[in-house]
């Protein structure tokens, strides 16, 4: 019975995120792009100093919970996570090194799109009682969409599915890597590392997101730095084959016929599996299009929607055309794409990535993933359970029970670090697909509010000049 209903539950999984979802999240994210005219490219470099320079730091514009940095950070800290080391190996395994690019494309477009969901976030978010900052797509839909009823049924569907997705995919799944990570690497005991992730968790979201937002501006740099800084080293120990792995990465997203044969070992390749597992991993690790970054991102004190909008669309570009890109590169270029490993079955997955930087850093390059694992899967359980917490305020209509959604994830964490999670996987990957339709439908219906405000603001800016 269990079986049966895990059998359903992956053919659910691979019909929502098959080829109409993905058209609907890069089609969404090419017409959003065209409508601003390419003003999310063309600001990515000012969008970027702006982040990281020193007003971004502080809440000097506007009223808000947190600075424009640590909304940031605290979006991040949901995005970057085990899709960058899992998801990119996984990626490149099913659809060759060439199902790189196609994540690359995707984030170009997604850009747009997570430029707008932010700024929409923004300019509707609300103020609960406590005098907080409650915001997201939800709130979008609610407040944006002109016919009411449309918008508050489309904005419950969302919110509910965000909050199944935090427990799950945001969560669960997350403390079941982490536990996996340290019982392979260290022979570290399930149970141990559940009380220990779960008493963590407790002390930082009992804070609510001035607590999450100062620990993910801490970890969420420097978890960043310390896997781009490794994996550079490793590029600098190969840079032999650096060329050799570009090639392959370019040739093979668009004619895997030019490679000659052998190359990738057993492995073979279409463009279509390229672009289908590329564009898949891509959404999944930056998470434009779903809508859970856009819910921390109305909590910054900001001045401007389309400003909040441009500092929050770097997190795309920081998280797949830089952390993903680093693995990405590496895997390619260290000759283990396609070989099997001891049990006669071919790398993929974690295993993979491992494989790639210990080809060059021995044993260290083991390590250094399952630290990455761990930080990264941690920092994603913190922003995700901001996401849901603003969800079920949303559904609840108040902010009085947000402690019982505070204890109860906590509890759950420690579930997801000791119980097998295949069921919970599918389940929270499907209701990460769910949240996409509602909040893609309400940026293409808004996209005309999110060209007011983005060339508004581009005059005004053209005028300071």
């Not at 970027?48 to 605290?74: H, I, N, Q, W, Y």
């Not at 289908?276 to 991993?281: A, D, E, K, P, V």
């Not at 974690?350 to 390590?367: E, I, Y």
Request: charged share 10%.
């Amino acid at each position: 019975m269990e079986l049966a209903a895990l059998n359903g539950l992956d053919a659910i999984d691979r019909v929502i995120w098959g080829p109409l979802m993905l058209c609907l999240l890069v089609g969404t994210g090419i017409y959003l792009t065209f409508t601003l005219r390419f003003l999310t490219w063309r600001h990515l470099p000012s969008a970027l100093r702006e982040a990281f320079s020193r007003p971004a730091f502080v809440k000097r514009k506007g009223a808000g919970d947190v600075s424009p940095f640590a909304a940031l950070m605290t979006a991040l800290a949901g995005t970057i996570g085990t899709g960058n080391i899992v998801g990119v190996a996984t990626a490149m395994f099913a659809g060759g090194p060439g199902a790189l690019v196609w994540m690359w494309i995707s984030a170009l477009f997604g850009l747009s799109t997570r430029f707008s969901e932010c700024l929409l976030s923004f300019k509707y978010r609300e103020v609960n009682g406590k005098g907080e900052i409650k915001g997201g797509p939800m709130f979008t839909m609610k407040n944006g969409i002109r016919n009411h009823t449309l918008g508050l049924v489309m904005g419950g569907l969302f919110a509910f599915f965000t909050v199944i997705a935090s427990f799950g995919l945001g969560n669960m799944a997350q403390a079941n890597s982490i536990t996996t990570a340290l019982e392979s690497s260290f022979g570290a005991n399930p149970t141990e590392i559940g009380v220990v992730l779960m008493i963590l968790t407790i002390i930082i979201v009992v804070g609510g997101i001035t607590s999450i937002s100062r620990v993910s501006s801490v970890v969420v740099p420097a978890m960043a730095i310390f896997y781009v800084a490794a994996g550079i080293l490793c590029m600098i120990l190969n840079y032999r084959n650096i060329p050799h792995g570009l090639y392959l990465i370019f040739m093979m997203a668009f004619d895997p016929s030019a490679v000659g044969g052998g190359v990738m070992g057993t492995m073979t390749v279409s463009v279509m599996n390229a672009m289908r597992y590329g564009i898949s991993r891509g959404c999944f690790s930056n998470e434009a299009g779903l809508g859970s970054t856009a819910i921390s991102a109305a909590a910054s004190a900001t001045d401007e929607p389309a400003r909040q909008g441009y500092i929050s669309m770097t997190g795309t570009f920081i998280d797949t055309l830089i952390v993903c890109s680093i693995t990405g590169i590496i895997i390619a270029s260290s000759g283990v794409l396609g070989l099997a490993g001891p049990d006669g079955n071919p790398l993929t997955g974690v295993s993979l990535t491992m494989a790639a930087f210990s080809a060059q850093l021995g044993h260290m390059g083991k390590s250094i993933v399952t630290i990455g694992i761990i930080l990264f899967a941690y920092s994603t359980i913190l922003g995700w359970e901001y996401n849901g917490e603003k969800a079920w305020e949303y559904l609840l209509g108040t902010y009085k029970y947000n402690i019982i959604y505070r204890s109860l994830f906590s509890i759950i964490v420690f579930v997801g670090a000791t119980q097998s999670l295949d069921f919970v996987w599918n389940l929270s990957d499907i209701a990460n697909a769910l949240m996409a339709i509602p909040n893609l439908i309400s940026l293409i219906l808004l996209a005309p509010v999110i060209r007011e405000e983005a060339f508004a603001f581009e005059r005004e800016r053209n005028r300071k000049k």
